[in-house]
C-alpha cells in the first residue's frame, strides 16, 4: 500500500510487488506486454511515473485490486504534476483560424504517433502543403493523452544541425549547468518525462537525424512527432505522407452543393470570406473558384494567398492572373513565417536545400508537363548526375512526385506551381532555351520511333506511351514551331504525329498542325510529302472534300517525283477513300485498285488489307452486299494476322453496319459491341463515335428510345469536340435513329435525354450501348 504522505515512488512500490510476486524484471514485462527496458526504468526511478497505457498493463499482471489500482493511478497523477513543473514546455500556438480538410490526417496522425511501437512520426509533404498545421491540430488533440503534455519546437530558424539538441533543450528551458553538456542535460530531463516532442520544419536539419534515434533510445517514454519536406530516412521513422486537397474536376455540371463539398473549395470560400465577409460560392463564381484551387494543385497555402485577392478581385479576375502564378501569390499574413509570406518563397526553401547537381536537374525536369517517365529524365540529365539517385532525393524531398500508371511504368511529375518556380530558375540562369529545346529534340525522336509502330502489333502500347506524354508532345510541337532555327524538325515531328492524331480523335487539332506545318516555306521533299498527305487524310476525315483532293493531289506528285511506292500506294488509296464518302464507288474502285497493284510489289499486308476494306466500302454504295462482305472479311483475316488493333476494329464495326442492312439488328449489335470493345482498347474515339451512332439507331429500333437519344446527344457532342465526322453510311443511320426518336419521344423528353448525352462521359456512353436489350433486337 501507498503510505499516506506520498513519499513512496513508484520505482521502490513496483520492485517490491513484483518481488512479492515472485516474479523478476523479465517475467513482468512479459505479462504485461512491455519490455523489460520499461520495467527496469521505472523501477530504477528513469521513468518516475509511468504512462497510464503502462501503468494499466502492469496492474493487470500483477492483478491489483481495484483500491490498489486508484492509489497508483492517484500517485502517478501527483509526480506527473509534480515533475510538470521543473521546466516550462514550449506551449503550441493557436490556431489563427479553423483547419480544413484535414480530419482524416489529423486522426491517422494521431493514431500512429500513440501506438506504443511508434514514437518517431514524420509528417511530410510539399512546402504550402499544410504540414505545420497538422502537426499542430495533433498536439492539440494530445495535449492531455502524455503525462508531461506536448512540448512544441520550432526548428526554422535553427540553421546548424549541430545545435539541434542545444535548440531542443533551450526551448524545454532546461538550464544549463557547469559539469553537464547540453547533450546529456536533455537526455536526462527526457528521461525522466512521458511526453510528444513535437519539432516543426526539420527538412535542412536532417544531417542531424541521428540525435532523434539517440533521444528515442534513452527513454521508451518519449514520442517525436517531425514535419519536413522530405522523410529524415532512419529506423524508427513512421512517414506519413500529406498531399494537397481533394479538388472536383470541373466539367460544367456540378452544383454549388456539390462543389462546396470538397476541401479545397471550402478553404477558397473561408479564407476569402476573412477578406470579403460577404463573399460566397455562387451560380456566377463556381467556375472560376473551382478552376483556381485547379490551377493552384489544392495547394493550402497557394489558395489561401488567391483568396486574399478577393479582398481586390472577384475569382473571374483571378483566373487570368494565375497564368504567372508564383508573382501573383504573394502579400502573405503578417504572422506567418517569411517561407509563407509567398509561393515563390515556399519552394525556394526547398530548392535552396538541394545541392547543385540535384538543382541543375531539378530546373531541366521543370520543362515537363504531364510528367515524364524515368527513361525521359535520364534523357535529359545534365553530366554528373545521376539520374535515379537524384529522382529519389528529389521525391523524398517532395519537389516532384511519383505518379501510378496502369502499366505499371514508373512516372514523375512536379505540381504546377513548383514547375513554375523551375522554369523561372531555368529562365534566370539563361538555360532556359537549350533545355526546352533539348526537351523537345526528345520528343520528336519519340514520335518518329512511334510512327511505324502505330500501323502494327505496337499500336496499343505505342498510343498509351503518346498519351501519356500529350502535354510534353504539344509543347515541344509549339517550341519547334517558334523556334527560328531550321523548320524541318517542327514538319518532321507534325507529320510523324499524324496517325496519333487520327487513331484517337484529334482530328481538329491534327489539321491545325499540319496546315501550319505546310505554311513553312520549304522545297520538295518528303516530310512535306507525308504533311500533305496527312491534311488529306484529315480533311477527309472531316468531309472536305475539296481541300482533301488538293493536298492529297499534290502528295501524289511528290511521292512520284521521289519514287516514294509505299507513300505512293498509300495516297492512292487516300484518293480512294474520298472518292467514296464523295459517292462515287467507280472511282473508289480504280484508286484501290491502283493502290493494291502497288502494296502487291511490295508485299505489304497493311495497305492490301485498306484497299480490300475500301473495295467493300465501294460495293457497300452499289448495295452488292456480297461483295461487302467477302472485302471487308478479306480485310478482317489480314488485319488479325498482321496483328492491326485500329483494323480490326474498324472492320468489326463495318460488319455490323453490313447486318443492319442486310436487316439482322441482332447480329448488328453483337458486331459493334466488339468493335467498341476493341475501339476502348486502343481509345480509337473517331471509329467509337460512328459505332455508338450506328447503336443509337439500334436502340430506337427495340424501342429504347430514351437511350437512343442520349447516345445520338454524345455522339453529336463528341463529333464537335474532335472535329471527327461520322462517316456517310453511319451518318444516315444516326439521322434515321434521331428522326425515329422524336416521333417517340415528346419535346421535353427527347431535349432532356439529347443534353445528358452531351454531358456524359465516353465510358458512359459505352455503358448505355451495352444495355441495349439482345433480345429485343
Known amino acids: 500500500m501507498m503510505p499516506a504522505n506520498g513519499s513512496t515512488d513508484f520505482g521502490t512500490m513496483l520492485r517490491e510487488r513484483r518481488t512479492g510476486a515472485s516474479l523478476t524484471q523479465e517475467e513482468l514485462a512479459e505479462r504485461a506486454g512491455i519490455s523489460v527496458r520499461t520495467i527496469a526504468d521505472v523501477e530504477r526511478g528513469v521513468i518516475r511515473a509511468p504512462r497510464r497505457d503502462t501503468l494499466e498493463l502492469i496492474a493487470d499482471a500483477l492483478e491489483l485490486t481495484d483500491p490498489e489500482r486508484d492509489e497508483w493511478r492517484t500517485l502517478r497523477r501527483q509526480l506527473s504534476m509534480r515533475r510538470s513543473g521543473t521546466a516550462p514546455s514550449p506551449s503550441l500556438p493557436q490556431p489563427p483560424n479553423q483547419l480544413i480538410g484535414r480530419d482524416r490526417e489529423v486522426n491517422a496522425v494521431i493514431n500512429l504517433v500513440t501506438q506504443p511501437d511508434t514514437r518517431l512520426v514524420t509528417i511530410t509533404g510539399p512546402g504550402g502543403v499544410g504540414k505545420t498545421r497538422i502537426g499542430q491540430a495533433v498536439g492539440h488533440a494530445l495535449k492531455d493523452r502524455f503525462a508531461d503534455g506536448v512540448a512544441y519546437i520550432e526548428l526554422a530558424s535553427t540553421q546548424d544541425p549541430e545545435l539541434l539538441l542545444q535548440t531542443i533543450a533551450q526551448q524545454l528551458g532546461i538550464r544549463d549547468g557547469d559539469q553537464e553538456t547540453p ?212 521525391v523524398n524531398d517532395n519537389l516532384i512526385e511519383q505518379l501510378s500508371s496502369a502499366d505499371g511504368t514508373a512516372r514523375f511529375a512536379m505540381l504546377e506551381t513548383v514547375r513554375e518556380f523551375g522554369l523561372e530558375q531555368l529562365h534566370m540562369r539563361n538555360e532556359y532555351d537549350t533545355v526546352v529545346g533539348d526537351h523537345a529534340a526528345m520528343f520528336l525522336r519519340m514520335v518518329e520511333q512511334a510512327e511505324p509502330e502505330l500501323r502494327g502489333p505496337g499500336q496499343v502500347e505505342w498510343l498509351e506511351r503518346l498519351s501519356a506524354d500529350i502535354a510534353n508532345l504539344r509543347s515541344a510541337l509549339e517550341w519547334l514551331h517558334r523556334s527560328e532555327r531550321d523548320p524541318d524538325p517542327a514538319m518532321r515531328m507534325v507529320a510523324s504525329m499524324t496517325w496519333f492524331w487520327e487513331t484517337r480523335g484529334y482530328v481538329t487539332e491534327g489539321r491545325t498542325w499540319l496546315m501550319r506545318a505546310l505554311e513553312f516555306p520549304s522545297t520538295p521533299s518528303v516530310t512535306r510529302m507525308k504533311l500533305l498527305a496527312g491534311a488529306g487524310w484529315f480533311a477527309h476525315i472531316q468531309q472536305d472534300s475539296t481541300a482533301a483532293l488538293r493536298y492529297l493531289t499534290e502528295g501524289l506528285e511528290l511521292a512520284q517525283s521521289a519514287a516514294d511506292r509505299w507513300w505512293e500506294s498509300w495516297i492512292l488509296h487516300l484518293l480512294g477513300r474520298v472518292a467514296y464518302f464523295d459517292g462515287d464507288a467507280d472511282e473508289a474502285d480504280r484508286y484501290a485498285t491502283w493502290s493494291l497493284e502497288i502494296a502487291l510489289d511490295l508485299d505489304d499486308s497493311w495497305i492490301i488489307a485498306w484497299d480490300e476494306h475500301l473495295f467493300g ?161
Open 183 to 394: 547533450r546529456s542535460r536533455l537526455l536526462r530531463f527526457l528521461g525522466q518525462r512521458e511526453m510528444l516532442l513535437i519539432l516543426d520544419n526539420f527538412e535542412h536539419l536532417r544531417s542531424a537525424a541521428a540525435d532523434l534515434a539517440e533521444l528515442l533510445s534513452s527513454t521508451s517514454a518519449l514520442h517525436i512527432l517531425v514535419t519536413s519536406r522530405a522523410g529524415l530516412r532512419i529506423g524508427a521513422e513512421y512517414e506519413f505522407p500529406v498531399v494537397p486537397l481533394g479538388l472536383p474536376k470541373w466539367d460544367g455540371t456540378r452544383t454549388i452543393t456539390g462543389l462546396q463539398s470538397y476541401p479545397g473549395i471550402q478553404l477558397f470560400v473561408q479564407r476569402a470570406r476573412q477578406v470579403r465577409p460577404d463573399f460566397s460560392l455562387t451560380d456566377e463564381n463556381s467556375a472560376s473558384v473551382s478552376r483556381i484551387c485547379a490551377y493552384l494543385d489544392g495547394l493550402p497555402l497557394a489558395i489561401e494567398l488567391a483568396a486574399a485577392r478577393v479582398k481586390l478581385l472577384p475569382p473571374e479576375q483571378i483566373v487570368p492572373r494565375l497564368v504567372h502564378r508564383l508573382g501573383f501569390l504573394s502579400d502573405g499574413l503578417a504572422d506567418s513565417p517569411d517561407r509563407h509570406q509567398t509561393m515563390r518563397a515556399a519552394i525556394g526553401w526547398s530548392y535552396d536545400l538541394l545541392d547543385e547537381a540535384d538543382q541543375r536537374f531539378f530546373r531541366r525536369l521543370s520543362t515537363f508537363i504531364g510528367g515524364w517517365t524515368l527513361e525521359a529524365a535520364e534523357a535529359i540529365a545534365p553530366p554528373g548526375v545521376e539520374p535515379v539517385e537524384s529522382l529519389s532525393r528529389l
Open 617 to 777: 466500302l465501294a460495293a457497300f454504295i452499289r448495295d452488292d452486299l456480297e461483295a461487302t462482305r467477302r472485302h471487308y472479311e478479306r480485310s478482317l483475316e489480314i488485319r488479325e494476322r498482321i496483328e492491326y488493333p485500329e483494323g480490326i476494329c474498324l472492320i468489326h464495326g463495318l460488319l455490323g453496319v453490313l447486318s443492319l442492312r442486310e436487316g439482322d439488328p441482332e447480329a448488328a449489335l453483337q458486331r459493334l459491341r466488339k468493335g467498341l470493345e476493341a475501339g476502348q482498347r486502343i481509345g480509337a474515339r473517331w471509329l467509337l463515335i460512328n459505332w455508338l451512332a450506328n447503336l443509337a439507331f439500334i436502340a430506337a429500333e427495340v424501342g429504347e428510345y430514351e437511350r437512343a437519344a442520349r447516345l445520338a446527344g454524345f455522339v453529336e457532342s463528341m463529333s464537335d469536340f474532335t472535329g471527327a465526322i461520322p462517316i456517310p453510311i453511319t451518318r444516315v443511320m444516326l439521322e434515321r435513329g434521331i428522326e425515329s426518336t422524336q416521333k417517340q419521344l415528346d419535346e421535353e423528353t427527347y431535349g432532356d435525354c439529347y443534353e445528358t448525352g452531351r454531358s456524359m462521359m465516353m465510358a458512359d456512353a459505352i455503358d448505355e450501348a451495352h444495355s441495349i436489350s439482345g433480345e429485343s433486337a
